[in-house]
């Protein structure tokens, strides 16, 4: 059998990384669209990366955009692809409320200059397409759990975006008879996180705060409650959704959910530090109760660690989310490997050793950037 050929757009992203990952474990030869950037910005793919001048070179980088079709249609052109992954986004909700209209550029008219591009190349029998869809299109949810049926009710430029992304790959498939799809995915993390989102924040936050190199954590809403699965269980299912005899949709979760504080508690648990949380809403904070083991040298009973600050509110929430992923499982025997505590631990313990190692540094007279936004 010939070797298979994927493009992935966004391959720098957490999901990206893994699934490029994922798929050269497979024999696969995978491309990949970088953004021109003003300083390198492949740090999650350096480990994978491959000498283009290589001969038989299986993971190859492509300069793009997902706002220029001139671009797009030359390189699926070039690549010829068996599968095409759009995991290319402006993927912060917080973000596409302040930037809603480039948000809407690169993520709903994104997805459709990829799609109209194939079907121009006369790809459509020859590409299946994986459209990374979001649990943030039930937004404000209708039914728990949310599944497949469940009516969409977006809540944010970033969610009225993905829907047309949504429904576009849908028409694509029952207008063209592409075999395109949508894994609709909770919220799914790891150490290679984004930093400004929560779960990231948090577990960088507190691991800098326990060495000393920050005071405290600002947070939005603590109620918040997530549906929270690993990437690397994730990505594999994005190939399964892919592999079917019929393109169809999936909900992809793990069925349980935990709240942003919750998470918090976690994190500082890993770090040996008990906290207690007090007052309500902006007056909340989370307070140091006990400090156990050596992980946390900065801190003490009484410290303030987390603060509550309205900066960090949406102008819409989405406050809750919780995922049916039984047809996965029934139909592609798609299970979650890794727990949220599992893998809180495991994003506690690589951002810890980061944090060691600027302490490190701090201690020798070195200056070090722990700076942190949204
Ligand atoms: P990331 O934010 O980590 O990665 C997004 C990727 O898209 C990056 O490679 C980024 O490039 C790239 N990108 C951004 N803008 C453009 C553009 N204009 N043209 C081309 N590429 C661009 O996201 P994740 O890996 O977490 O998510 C992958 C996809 O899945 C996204 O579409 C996201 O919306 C969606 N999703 C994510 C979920 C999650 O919980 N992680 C859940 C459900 C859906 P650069 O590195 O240069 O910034
Ligand atoms: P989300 O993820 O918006 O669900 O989108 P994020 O981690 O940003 O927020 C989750 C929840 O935590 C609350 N929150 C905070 N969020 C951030 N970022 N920073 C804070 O300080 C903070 N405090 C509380 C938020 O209000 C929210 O309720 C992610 C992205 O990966 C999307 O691309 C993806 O589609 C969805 O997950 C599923």
């Known amino acids: 059998m ?3 050929r994927a493009l992935i757009t966004g391959v720098t992203g957490q999901d990206g990384s893994y699934l490029a990952e994922f798929l050269l474990e497979k024999g696969y030869e995978v491309h990949g669209i970088k953004r ?3 300083l390198f910005n492949t740090q999650r793919v350096d480990h994978i990366y491959q000498d283009p001048h290589e001969l038989h070179a299986r993971f190859i980088l492509h300069y793009g955009d997902l706002t220029d079709s001139s671009n797009l249609t030359r390189i699926l052109q ?3 692809p068996d599968e095409v992954y759009n995991l290319g986004a402006q993927s912060h909700v917080a973000v596409s409320f302040e930037s809603p209209e480039y948000t809407a550029d690169v993520d709903a008219m994104g997805t459709l200059r990829l799609l109209e591009a194939i079907r121009l190349l006369g790809l459509c029998d020859r ?3 994986y459209q990374a869809s979001t649990s943030e299109l039930y937004g404000l949810v209708q039914e728990v759990p949310q599944r497949e049926t469940t009516p969409f009710y977006p ?8 829907l047309y992304a949504y429904w576009i790959t849908v028409n694509y498939r029952e207008a063209y008879g592409m075999y395109a799809c949508n894994g609709i995915l909770f919220n799914h993390e790891s150490p290679r996180r984004g930093e400004t989102f929560v779960t990231r924040k948090i577990t960088r936050g507190l691991a800098n705060i326990a ?4 005071s405290c954590l600002f947070m939005g809403n603590l109620d918040a409650l997530r549906d929270w699965g690993h990437a690397k269980d994730y990505v594999r299912m994005q190939w399964m959704m892919l592999q079917q005899d019929s393109a169809q949709d999936y909900v992809i979760a793990t069925g349980q959910q935990f709240s942003v504080r919750e998470f918090i508690r976690w994190s500082a648990e890993e770090l040996g530090v008990m906290l207690r949380f007090e007052g309500q809403g902006v007056e909340e904070k989370g307070v140091v109760e006990r400090v156990d083991g050596d992980k946390a040298p900065g801190l003490k009973p009484g410290d303030v660690v987390v603060s509550v600050d309205p900066r960090y509110f949406r102008p819409a929430e989405v406050e809750t989310l919780l995922g049916d992923p039984s047809k996965a499982k029934r139909e592609l025997g798609w299970m979650p490997e890794i727990t949220a505590r599992e893998m809180c631990a495991e ?3 690589a951002d810890l050793i980061e944090s060691q190692r600027h302490a490190l540094l701090q201690r020798h007279g070195y200056s070090v950037n722990v700076a942190r936004e949204n």
């Open 2 to 4: 010939s070797t298979k």
């Open 36 to 38: 021109r950037a003003s």
């Open 78 to 80: 070039q690549v010829q």
């Open 127 to 129: 590409t299946r397409f």
């Open 155 to 162: 809540r944010s430029p970033y969610a009225v975006a993905k």
């Open 211 to 214: 060495q000393g190199l920050e």
């Open 347 to 349: 994003m506690v313990a």
